[in-house]
């Protein structure tokens, strides 16, 4: 199957070839055939290319490096390689407990492209801060933290319901009416301000 990268480039290929020749041969144009490669060149293939850009794009916008390619966003990555378990964040990316490549995506879902009509709002109005205004430190979440982005994972984990804390406030915890990042729980996110005084871990290499 062809990717969207491949499909993407093998589309803007044959537009430039239908477009020199056009321009080379402007009388073309004159015969059905000819109208109907202008049409294929100058209107349909340029769709396709921007329809497969689009995908190629809201895909590369699930991955990690993407979100920390912000310059603002570099201390919240550098948050992930804390060597302390308490850090939560870092905790679940070390361990794999989220996948790396989309951690930001998977703990953050109400500030993507994938998800309702208001996420989407609110994606793009990152790209308008970061392309247009420049974002402005220190970021703050525009409503609290839900706990569904943790229970997305950790609901129906046996090691998570059948802890006793957990079970203790189940109801709480899933109706959200307890937050999971309630001072003396989970409560230790990504602290940037603290970078400076935090032993950093380095992955081992393959």
């Not at 378990?85 to 490549?101: D, M, T």
């Amino acid at each position: 199957m062809i990717s969207p990268t491949a499909m993407l480039l093998l589309t803007l290929g044959i537009t430039m070839v239908l477009i020199g020749a056009l321009v080379r041969a402007p009388e073309i144009t004159e015969a059905r055939g000819g109208k109907i490669m202008a049409f294929v060149a100058l209107f349909l293939l340029p769709t396709l290319g921007t329809l497969w850009a689009f995908s190629v794009h809201i895909e590369r916008s699930k991955e990690t490096s993407f979100c920390l390619s912000c310059h603002v966003m570099q201390p919240y990555g550098r948050s992930l390689m804390v060597d302390d378990k308490s850090w939560i964040p870092a905790s679940h990316y070390e361990n794999h407990r989220v996948p790396r490549e989309e951690a930001c995506f998977t703990c953050h879902t109400t500030y993507t492209m994938y998800g309702d009509i208001r996420a989407k709002m609110t994606g793009l109005h990152h790209i308008w801060v970061e392309y247009v205004e420049g974002a402005k430190p220190p970021l703050r979440l525009y409503e609290p933290y839900n706990n569904r982005e943790c229970l997305h994972c950790h609901a129906g984990a046996r090691s998570f319901e059948e802890e006793a804390t957990h079970s203790a406030m189940m109801d709480d915890l899933k109706n959200n009416s307890m937050s999971c990042l309630t001072s003396g729980c989970h409560d230790t996110i990504h602290n940037i301000e603290h970078l400076k005084d935090a032993k950093m871990w380095s992955p081992p290499k393959s």
